[in-house]
């Protein structure tokens, strides 16, 4: 059996802001965008009411093809994520303190820098929530 995680999809409220992040400073490429039709498996998944407009994006990293994406949900309001977030995605970058830097100027919650060594690596890692509610974990390989 073979097993290939492809991709993550975020749903947010304005596209362009979200990609001022996640495009702008982590880095990664457009792909596409394009609006999504009606019967777009989306709306069942995410459970957007049908009277919500979407628009897709999809990114790729340097090494895989469209393996992030973004839902622009207008029309609807998204819920708001309050409390303990019940999951996180984690990615590696090569300049962490430059990258939270640029995070903290759009005036986004951080968690303190931590620094992390077990037998195979030492790091640093940080986190972060977007606009949406969204818990993003970063961290960098340090040299041993």
Do not use: W
Request: aromatic share 10%.
């Amino acid at each position: 059996m073979s097993v290939l995680y492809k991709r993550i999809t975020l749903c947010v409220d304005d596209l362009e802001r979200s990609l001022g992040i996640y495009r702008d400073i982590l880095g990664f490429t457009i792909n596409y965008i394009q609006p999504s039709e009606k019967d777009s498996f989306s709306y069942p998944v995410f459970n957007i009411p049908n009277e919500a407009d979407l628009n897709f994006a999809t990114m790729d990293s340097p090494s895989q093809e469209r393996t992030f994406a973004l839902t622009e949900i207008k029309g609807v309001p998204l819920p708001k994520q309050t409390g303990i977030h019940m999951s996180a995605s984690v990615i590696k970058v090569d300049n962490l303190k430059d990258v939270i830097q640029k995070i903290k100027a759009l005036g986004l919650k951080t968690t303190a820098l931590k620094t992390d060594e077990n037998e195979y690596a030492t790091f640093i890692e940080q986190a972060f929530v977007d606009y949406d509610g969204h818990l993003m974990v970063l961290y960098q390989l340090m040299e041993k």
